[in-house]
């Protein structure tokens, strides 16, 4: 399904990206596909520097979107969603343009998402490649009885080739920490892309660490286009 993007301020309506694309940083908007709201966090970089990535300069210093404008474009998904039937509601998604344990702003921003979505009652998911910082732990063991349950996709592409590919990652060993915090509050999937052909002693030592930390579920996904664009997340 072709992407929609939401855009916080001007214009106010949704637009077709191809007449967008081209004029526009799509790091400001929100991205509607496949049943999913992609939450921007960052308006450029990210500092894990993983060789696969789709956004334009993984290795550099995040910059975070200003907190005001993360705020607009909440609100301007809020008053898009009064407009859906409740069966349309999308699922939030954050941590897909950038690392959101990289830097105190962007989790700010992403905190900020976890309010909107506990708010608006909406399911949300999460991608990570560290063990979830203290803040948004506790939020999510306190995660409020009766909203969809959150799910927080740790993402492992390889074990031996990991500090090559995603060079300021903390190891895949230490982000398996997430796996075993299973919680009733929340779950905790291991996100295995992109699934890159390695070796079969990089799948053997992957099998081996989940079958030691055993998350809730594994979900495995293609490589992304190879094209690389701004922070505007993929679903892949
Ligand atoms: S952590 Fe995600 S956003 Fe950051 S460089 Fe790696 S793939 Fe890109």
Redesign the pocket.
Known sequence: MRPILLAASPPQELIAPSELAAVVDRSGYVTLQDGRAFIPLASRG?G???KY?Y?AS?ASAVEALPEARVRDLLQTLSDHIDRLPSASRPILAIGC???IAMSRAVLANAMMCLDFATELHLPVQVAT?FPLPEPLLHRFDHWPIGRPKPIVFTTITTMLLSSRL?PN?PTPEKRSANFRRHSIAWRSFALIKPFLETSHKDRETLLGLLMRSRPDGIVVGVRYRRARASNAPRSG
């Open positions: 990210c894990i520097g993983c990535c956004i993984p343009d950038t690392e490649k995603e990652a």
